[in-house]
């Protein structure tokens, strides 16, 4: 996915006309224990008290420096001495949203700020004598470049329908350094409920897992609400995403690499057992749960990828490899596999991947989709966490253990 340059998530939207009326105005002001880079989205309570000669004032509480806002800021206007009743903050590139907390104490906008765009603000009120408050003010939200902002890409992406294996997966493409920052904006959402937990493999990378395999029908919503975040040493979120897709049918396809087979279970009912071959010594097939992670009608398949040169007594270099599907970052695949019918059921002569017969790895490739579970047995060599969708392979209390928040 290519990384946006701009924040569309505004409408259009135009600056509001200035008229400052000096007995009602007040400067941006910062107040103690509120100018904070992040803040709870929670209700306001009631302004600070203000001697009773006061007429009463509204007050734009956006920090010292009205030229440079932090985009992080949610923006606020506060009464001192009477009511917030209406705000507008408007903007060249569209309103930025908010609500009145507190009986009418403040107002404070529910989105943070666009880098480098200037708000104007229009507020009114109401002193407890009945008379108008009025405010109008600007300010400008700082910049910042793509180099100080960090883009979120989601899988699955929006629609999708998956196995009930695959996991939420978030590449940030500048690393989030303060990752508890970040995951208290990260949800997930499923129905029927399931209890799950962020685990973060890296500042770029963080999944979220369910403790049990989904259940078939699950529909999951995933809110990233991260737009103006601060993700630390400087970097601040791009975009906030919001991604919503079904988990299918229970397809588990059970792996014995030392029997030479494959079960392929759909919902808990075995529909077909299917002669296999895996990798022979030295190119061990790795056992564990496996999710199969992306599905290519046919690929080209080359052992420069694992460090082979094609030259080599054990290099090779197929075009066209039918029905391939992913199972590691490090090059495991389901496919096709013609040249290898005779050992299929009976020997293991790969180079790591698990070969069926055309037609059988034609039928396993219609029926498959993203996130299916393939469990591996049978070898001395184990899948670990990181190597694609390996989530599966760490027992949840571990798993936990990786979310910032534990």
């Not at 996130?371 to 969708?389: C, K, Q, S, W």
Request: one cysteine or more; hydrophobic letters at 35%; charged letters at 25%.
């Amino acid at each position: 996915m290519s990384r946006p340059t701009t924040r569309p998530r505004l409408l259009v939207g135009s600056l509001a006309a200035l008229a400052i009326s000096a007995s009602l105005l007040s400067a941006c002001d910062a107040v103690p224990g509120e100018d904070r880079a992040d803040e709870a989205s929670g209700a306001e309570g009631s302004a600070d008290a203000e001697p009773s000669s006061d007429p009463g004032r509204l007050r734009l509480v956006v920090g010292k420096d009205s030229d440079r806002v932090p985009v992080s800021r949610l923006v606020r206007v506060k009464a001192v001495g009477g009511t917030v009743d209406r705000v507008t903050v408007t903007s060249s590139e569209g309103d930025l949203p908010g609500k009145v907390h507190g009986n009418g104490g403040a107002w404070k906008a529910t989105e943070r700020l666009e880098p480098g765009v200037t708000y104007a603000v229009e507020a009114r009120g109401t002193t407890p004598q009945g008379d108008p408050l009025t405010l109008e003010r600007t300010f400008t939200a700082q910049a910042l470049t793509l180099a100080e902002q960090t883009y979120a890409s989601v899988a699955p992406l929006e629609g999708e329908t998956v196995g009930v294996g695959m996991p939420v997966v978030v590449n940030f493409d500048v690393p989030v350094t303060d990752r508890a920052r970040f995951e208290r904006h990260m949800l997930v959402r499923t129905s029927p409920q399931q209890a799950g937990s962020w685990h973060w493999l890296s500042d770029n990378i963080a999944h979220w897992r369910p403790k049990e395999y989904w259940k078939p029908g699950t529909e999951v919503s995933v809110d990233l609400d991260v737009n103006g975040v601060d993700a630390g040493n400087g970097i601040y979120g791009q975009q906030d995403r919001r991604v919503s897709f079904r988990v299918g049918d229970a397809h588990v396809y059970k792996v014995d690499v030392a029997a030479h087979r494959m079960e392929v279970y759909s919902n808990g009912s075995r529909l077909r057992t299917l002669p296999i071959t895996a990798g022979k010594p030295g190119f061990t097939t790795r056992s564990g749960v496996k999710v199969i992670m992306a599905k290519h009608r046919t690929k080209r398949m080359s052992s420069e990828t694992i460090g082979i040169d094609h030259d080599a007594a054990e290099g090779y270099d197929l075009d066209d490899v039918e029905y391939a599907m992913r199972l590691t970052n490090s090059g495991e695949f389901i496919h096709a596999a013609p040249w290898s019918v005779g050992s299929q059921g009976n020997a293991n002569v790969s180079h790591g991947c698990t070969g069926l017969s055309t037609e059988n790895a034609g039928w396993l490739y219609r029926m498959s989709r993203r996130g299916d579970v393939v469990e591996y047995v049978g070898t001395d060599r184990p899948m670990t966490a990181d190597n694609g969708y390996g989530d599966w392979n760490v027992p949840f209390g571990d798993y936990r253990e990786g979310s910032a928040l534990s």
